[in-house]
C-alpha cells in the first residue's frame, strides 16, 4: 500500500511539477497579445485561444498536485481542529461520496461532447482560431483522471490511518 501511495503521489507532484511551466508561456501570450492588441491594434484569434487553452490545461494538469499538497478548499467546519483519525474519516468518506462520484457525472455527461469533438476533429468556435479544439475539450479526462489517482492516494492513507498503521 505504502508503494502505490508514494507512485500516486510521485505521478501527481511529477505532473504538477511539469505542468506548473506552463504558467510562463501563459504570462509571455498575454502579455504579447496585449501589447498587439493596444499598441499595435492588432489582433490574432489564434494568440487569444492559446493563452485561454493553456490556462485550462493549467488548472486541470494542476488539480491532483494541488489535493496532494492539501491546497484545495475544504469545510474547516469537520476538518480544521479533527484529530487525525478523525481527518482520515472525513478524507475517505469525501473521497468515496463526494468526489469520486462527482467525477464518475463528469465523465458520464461529458462522453458524447468529446467523442463527437474528435470525431469531426472540431476546431475553435473562433474565425482565425486553433485547429485542436478536440484537445482541448479531453482535458476535462485528463482532470479527472488526475483527480481520481490522487483521491485514490489520500483514501489509501486515510485508511492507513483509520487501521493505526500510519507508519509511512
Known amino acids: 500500500m505504502n508503494t502505490l501511495i508514494r507512485v500516486l ?10 505542468i506548473s511551466l506552463v504558467a510562463i508561456p501563459i504570462l509571455l501570450i498575454v502579455f504579447t497579445t ?11 484569434v489564434w494568440l487569444q485561444d492559446s493563452y485561454v487553452w493553456l490556462t485550462s490545461l493549467f488548472f486541470m494538469g494542476m488539480v491532483g498536485s494541488t489535493l496532494l499538497h492539501d491546497k484545495h478548499v ?24 463526494l468526489l469520486w462520484p462527482t467525477l464518475i457525472v463528469i465523465v458520464l455527461n461529458c462522453y458524447r461532447s468529446i467523442s463527437r469533438s ?10 482565425g482560431g486553433l485547429q485542436f479544439a478536440y484537445l482541448h475539450k479531453s482535458l476535462i479526462y485528463l482532470f479527472c483522471a488526475l483527480l481520481f489517482l490522487q483521491g485514490l492516494s489520500l483514501l489509501l492513507k486515510s485508511v492507513r490511518t483509520l487501521i493505526g498503521h500510519d507508519d509511512r
Open 34 to 44: 496585449v501589447v498587439f492588441r493596444y499598441l499595435f491594434g492588432i489582433a490574432f
Open 118 to 127: 474528435w470525431q469531426f476533429l472540431e476546431t475553435s468556435v473562433n474565425e
Open 9 to 18: 503521489d510521485a505521478l501527481s507532484d511529477g505532473v504538477g511539477k511539469i
Open 74 to 97: 475544504r469545510v474547516a467546519l469537520f476538518y480544521g481542529s479533527a484529530s487525525g483519525r478523525k481527518r482520515a474519516l472525513v478524507n475517505a468518506l469525501g473521497v468515496l461520496i
